[in-house]
């Protein structure tokens, strides 16, 4: 391909040099001559044709030369030419050949990494889908072991409900078993008597023997299912149940308003009034009444007080009573006051047991 275009070129050239070749022939004709002078122009022509001819037979030389020697040159130029082209290729096949290995070896790396990548992924999708399998199965397991409690709760109270009605029934057929028993037998309570002490102000023990008692019978529920009448007034049940053994069952009573254990307050003195002073020992917790101080972990409070002294001796006492109880258990009324027990109740001897009210009074100045 080189070497036509430097044949073309070639000829071009050749074409141009004609050209310029005839227009200088063109320019040298000389203008023709008179007739009288036939031999002078004869001679000019002769010499005009000789100069005509001259730049053809240049031109046809020169022309051949080329003719002959630009194929040479054509030829080595292509050939130089193909020999600097070969080399530029080879240069260019060889770091395309490189480049084409290095761009093997590192899409034969991005292969490698997007195999790993897409190994991993599957593993990840693997053990994602194991792991919502898993759950799902826990979650199902979770629901059915509800489910199993929920059943086994329900059975469970069910079972529960059929015992404590079946319970129930027993103890309702037993106790309705024993009250037509006791009413066949007529249970009832024998030597019912009051103790030979009062406990309290208007308070005594009462006791009695529960009588018709077979062994096939629980005897304390008897005992409890037993009523008694005592000064008209009916108790369902004793107060509380004693069993002695061989069917000896006893029970006990408290009754109060009892006439025989009424004590009273024969009289009332009026002492002198008391002005004293008192040693208040309060928690630290809370604070000192009026002033103190800090002392071992508590604190001192004294107060200044006024006080009436009211003194009385205690009447209707029977041998064997508790005094004490029964002077701390009786109240009194004085100055329109209500007290339901005495401050102290000391014994004076020969005197007996005596109650003092200290009551407070501004008045006692």
Not at 309 to 324: Q, T, V
Request: proline fraction near 4%; hydrophobic fraction near 30%; charged fraction near 30%.
């Amino acid at each position: 391909m080189a070497g036509n275009a430097m044949f073309s070129s070639n000829v071009a050239l050749l074409l141009r040099t004609r050209t310029i070749l005839m227009a200088t022939q063109r320019r040298a004709k000389r203008p023709p001559l008179r007739p009288d002078t036939v031999r002078a122009a004869r001679n000019s022509n002769e010499d005009n044709n000789t100069t005509g001819r001259q730049p053809e037979k240049i031109f046809a030389v020169v022309l051949l030369c080329i003719l002959v020697f630009a194929p040479m040159f054509s030829i080595s130029g292509v050939a130089l030419d193909r020999h600097l082209r070969s080399k530029y290729y080879t240069d260019m096949r060889e770091q395309w050949s490189l480049e084409k290995q290095q761009h093997n070896i590192a899409q034969r790396k991005w292969h490698s990494k997007e195999a790993q990548w897409r190994l991993a992924e599957a593993e990840h999708i693997a053990r994602r889908e194991k792991y919502i399998r898993e759950e799902g199965e826990a979650r199902e397991r979770i629901r059915q072991w509800d489910e199993e409690l929920r059943q086994k709760k329900a059975a469970w109270d069910r079972e529960l409900q059929q015992k404590k009605e079946g319970w129930e029934r027993e103890l309702r057929e037993k106790q309705e078993q024993e009250r037509r028993t006791r009413e066949a037998m007529r249970l009832y309570w024998s030597n019912v008597k009051g103790s030979e002490r009062c406990e309290e102000n208007g308070v005594m023990a009462y006791s009695g023997r529960l009588e018709n008692l077979l062994p096939t019978i629980d005897a304390i529920e008897a005992c409890k299912a037993t009523s008694v009448t005592i000064h008209g007034v009916t108790y369902p049940s004793p107060s509380y149940c004693e069993d002695r053994g061989y069917g000896d069952i006893i029970g006990h009573w408290v009754v109060k308003n009892e006439a025989v254990c009424s004590t009273y307050w024969e009289y009332f003195k009026d002492k002198a009034n008391l002005k004293y002073s008192s040693i208040v020992l309060v928690s630290m917790l809370n604070p000192p009444y009026q002033t103190g101080m800090h002392h071992t972990g508590i604190w001192l409070s004294i107060t200044n007080r006024s006080l009436q002294r009211i003194e009385a001796p205690l009447g209707g006492l029977r041998s064997g009573d508790n005094p004490e109880r029964m002077c701390f258990t009786t109240p009194a009324t004085m100055y329109g006051q209500y007290f339901e027990r005495p401050t102290s109740c000391p014994e004076w001897g020969k005197y007996g047991y005596w109650g003092i009210w200290n009551i407070p009074d501004d008045g006692c100045r």
